[in-house]
């Protein structure tokens, strides 16, 4: 399964939070009310939140800060303060991509080689378009630095780092242009583009050819992870009953970085109805969905999503960085838009949006069908009609794909092997179950005699992936020595090794306890007690991971896969380090 990527007061207290409405709604409608109540969790001052603008017909309609900027020296959020918006950056490299494309200066369809030679050749052209699009198959930048012993948000990324790790790849994810999977790293590497072609950074470029022209004076690229910033929110995380610091510490741009108030994306998201700056041609460029080789179009655009929401078009992009969550959308046909950043990591802007355009747009959006509000009732299981669903599942596709089905707290939950989040689903019928937190279907099979159980799952998109149950692996300790032992990569520097040690797990079977387990050591990183999945098959915090054997059948290496590495080769022992 593919990760699942939410009254009037005093005026002295509307100054300090930057409420504006300037054009009120018919107070029987009273759609400010509406909307402060769904930040109503957050709206304290003793809170990080978000800061919310609406826009319609080029204006800002109602704009609020709820919640604090900085808890340390109380000062709240309001709409002038300035906020990292993570991977809502990427609309911006794009559009500078596009403008030295508008220029002459670049074509999309050049190979990325030709401006960024230390870019490996995988043998078949890596192109600018592909970046734009996620159809590189280059692996991405997070997950590489993170394996090779970067630790996200404590050790200092720059760009030369990223460039370090993407040097020494031997492979792509994929054939370029044959699929598309996310990759921070394609738009790092436009950024650097920018940079080499302009003669000027990413953020010289784009503060001289976007955000002065469009008079967004709270915006740039943070290119110094040390730069004083006026009025910036900073990144927090739930800790117990109060908050931690959760900051980025980045000297990278193009992926991420953007600084930027909502009063400002105001401004940008005007652009797109009045182009000012590119032109309507950069504007029906921005929004051209990406193609796979073999014609099959796909929904990302440049550094935006197009899609639908509620039968209303929409175009769209979030972002999440350490403590931030970012997104703004905009509904075209209806001129509408609304911007929400925040400070909250357990915050979700993108669903707070789109609560906001129902609010709104309630009498354009499609209604809820009826009939499926019925079939969609919850039903009660039995304990023993909920534990036949448990296990793992392997997609008949994919046998990196694994699903696991848990009881948790005497409800059934899912996840994806390798990852210790689980989700609950709602049941439906002894054999259909529905995801609580995104539009996922679940429906288990008819039993064939002698066949495993089999589901499938249903995305939003309609596409539909089956799973069929994976038999249990429980290795004996003379087992586990097999996989015990150093192993290296050529395309990461670190030694990873395998231990066999006594581990005590809180919780779950007492006959489990105590018992010993795989573990994996790495730089920099916490022991990973793996958990036996399938045969030679493990998942940990790392990934999963595949072991692979020799002709005589002697294990001699793995394959690790995480959300956005697919089949990263280790060898068994240092050999690999030493031929690199």
């Not at 300790?477 to 809180?506: C, M, N, W």
Request: proline share 6%; charged share 20%; glycine share 8%.
């Amino acid at each position: 399964m593919r990760s699942v990527q939410f009254i009037p007061v005093a005026v002295s207290v509307l100054l300090s939070f930057g409420v504006r409405a300037q054009t009120p709604a018919p107070a029987a409608e009273n759609l400010p009310a509406k909307i402060d109540a769904l930040f109503q969790k957050m709206d304290s001052t003793v809170s990080p939140g978000c800061a919310l603008s609406v826009m319609k017909e080029g204006k800002i309609i109602y704009e609020r800060g709820y919640g604090m900027a900085d808890l340390d020296h109380n000062v709240p959020i309001s709409p002038a303060t300035v906020f990292h918006v993570a991977s809502m950056s990427k609309q911006f490299t794009a559009a500078s991509i596009l403008l030295l494309a508008q220029r002459g200066k670049l074509s999309l369809d050049d190979p990325v080689r030709k401006y960024i030679p230390e870019l490996p050749d995988f043998g078949t052209p890596v192109t600018i378009r592909q970046l734009i699009h996620h159809t590189s198959g280059l692996r991405d930048q997070w997950d590489l630095l993170g394996l090779s012993g970067w630790r996200y948000s404590l050790d200092l990324i720059t760009n030369d780092d990223v460039l370090y790790v993407v040097s020494h790849q031997k492979e792509l994810n994929f054939p370029p242009g044959t699929r598309h999977l996310y990759s921070n790293t394609g738009y790092t590497m436009l950024g650097e583009i920018v940079k080499r072609v302009s003669g000027q950074s990413l953020r010289e470029f784009t503060t001289a050819n976007i955000f002065q022209q469009l008079g967004m004076k709270n915006t740039h690229f943070r290119d110094d992870h040390a730069e004083i910033i006026k009025n910036i929110a900073y990144g927090y995380e739930p800790a117990k009953d109060t908050f931690r610091l959760s900051v980025t510490n980045f000297d990278t741009v193009g992926a991420t970085s953007l600084m930027t108030t909502v009063e400002d994306l105001a401004l940008w998201d005007e652009n797109f109805y009045n182009p000012r700056v590119g032109g309507p041609d950069l504007i029906r460029q921005m929004l051209e969905r990406g193609k796979l080789n073999n014609g099959e179009q796909i929904d990302y655009a440049s550094g935006l999503v197009v899609g639908t929401y509620r039968g209303l078009n929409t175009v769209d992009h979030n972002g999440a960085d350490a403590g931030y969550r970012a997104d703004l959308i905009r509904f075209p046909d209806q001129h509408f838009s609304s911007a929400c950043l925040c400070n909250l990591a357990t915050a979700n802007p993108a669903e707070l949006n789109r609560k906001v355009a129902e609010i709104y747009l309630a009498k354009e959006m499609k209604p809820a069908d009826p009939a499926k509000a019925e079939d969609s009732k919850p039903v009660d299981l039995t304990p023993a009609q909920m534990q036949a669903r448990v296990g793992s599942y392997v997609n008949v596709k994919d046998e990196n794909d694994f699903v696991r089905w848990i009881l948790k707290d005497g409800k059934l939950q899912v996840g994806n092997i390798g990852e210790d989040q689980t989700y609950e689903v709602k049941p439906l019928s002894e054999s259909r179950f529905h995801l609580l937190v995104a539009p996922v279907d679940f429906t288990f099979l008819p039993v064939k005699p002698g066949a495993p159980v089999q589901f499938t799952i249903k995305q939003e998109d309609g596409k539909i992936e089956t799973y069929s149950a994976s038999p249990a692996f429980a290795p004996l300790p003379a087992q586990l020595t097999e996989y015990a032992g150093v192993y290296s990569s050529r395309e990461i520097d670190p030694l990873y090794e395998f231990k066999i040690e006594i581990v005590h797990v809180v919780g779950g079977d007492p006959a489990d306890q105590d018992q010993p387990r795989l573990v994996l050591h790495r730089l920099k990183n916490d022991p990973d007690v793996l958990r036996p999945v399938a045969h030679d098959f493990f998942a940990g915090s790392v990934g999963k991971i595949r072991f692979t054997r020799d002709a005589s059948g002697a294990i001699n290496g793995f394959v690790l896969n995480t959300g956005r590495i697919l089949n990263l080769r280790f060898d068994r022992g240092r050999a690999a380090i030493a031929s690199q």
